[in-house]
């Protein structure tokens, strides 16, 4: 069966591009920051997702932190193994 929601811990979509070039630019620019990227196809897009995140609190936390230094809006969703 399906793990449950969240039992795979959390990530974040901070943006989505018709570029991979900026998408990737973007994932640079958390990774520098510490966060963990990964960059997603989603058809004609490039998702940037944070990810590595084990629990709800500390997926709030870097929605936070993402705001605060980046002025990205997060969107948390449980991670997809």
Known sequence: GRP??????FELQVGAFR???NA???ADQLSR???TTVLRPRG?????LVVGL???EQAEAAV???AE????????QAAQG
Not at 4 to 9: K, R
């Open 69 to 76: 230094q980046f002025g990205l809006q997060a969107l948390v």
């Open 33 to 35: 920051a510490n966060f």
């Open 19 to 21: 570029s991979r070039e």
């Open 24 to 26: 990737q630019a973007l």
């Open 44 to 48: 004609n897009l490039t998702l940037v």
């Open 64 to 66: 936070r932190r993402l």
């Open 54 to 56: 084990p629990d709800r």
């Open 4 to 9: 449950e929601p969240g039992a795979l811990g």
